[in-house]
């Protein structure tokens, strides 16, 4: 007997805008735009490093993905000012800027796992969006949208 799928949750694109409009801290907004623009899970976008960013390739490393396996994302123009805005509002000649890791926690460690997770919870509730799942819902959303995306233009 065959047992019924549950697909996946995902957020349209209002509601993804709502989200990541929501955080008022540079460093958590960058963070969800990351994980969203990128189709990232969390445990390979607290690991990003600030040299994985490309700019002349336009493209993101992601090392240590699911499976210990590495790979390279395209990176908009629009993630890439975001990042750059990020930078010089937070890290630019202040504490930790010559601390690899691109998105902080305490100590000059990586963000913590807890600590993207609530990031993500407290932008959903202050988004006044209906709360669909944990932070891999933006990486749902993510491929569900640049599918239909795809469709879309290769529709004759």
């Known amino acids: 007997m065959k047992h019924s799928i549950r697909r996946a949750e995902i957020y349209a694109r209002s509601e ?4 990541l409009s929501a955080p008022r801290q540079p460093r958590d907004r960058v963070f969800l735009m990351t994980v969203y623009a990128c189709g990232l899970r969390l445990a390979e976008a607290r690991h990003l490093k600030t040299d994985d960013i490309d700019r ?5 490393r992601v090392r240590n993905g699911k499976g210990g396996k590495e790979r ?25 800027h010559d601390i690899p890791w691109l998105f902080l926690g305490y100590r000059g460690e990586s963000i913590c796992t807890t600590s993207g997770q609530n990031i993500f919870y407290r ?6 969006v209906r709360y669909k799942g944990g932070i891999h819902t933006l990486r749902h ?16």
């Open 16 to 19: 993804v805008e709502a989200i």
């Open 123 to 128: 932008a959903v509730k202050k988004s006044g």
């Open 72 to 96: 390279v994302l395209p990176l908009s123009n629009r993630l890439l000012k975001e990042l750059g805005d990020y930078w010089r509002a937070q890290r630019q000649g202040k504490w930790g």
């Open 141 to 156: 959303s993510f491929a569900t949208t640049r599918a239909q995306k795809e469709a879309a233009e290769s529709w004759p």
């Open 56 to 60: 002349a390739r336009m493209q993101l």
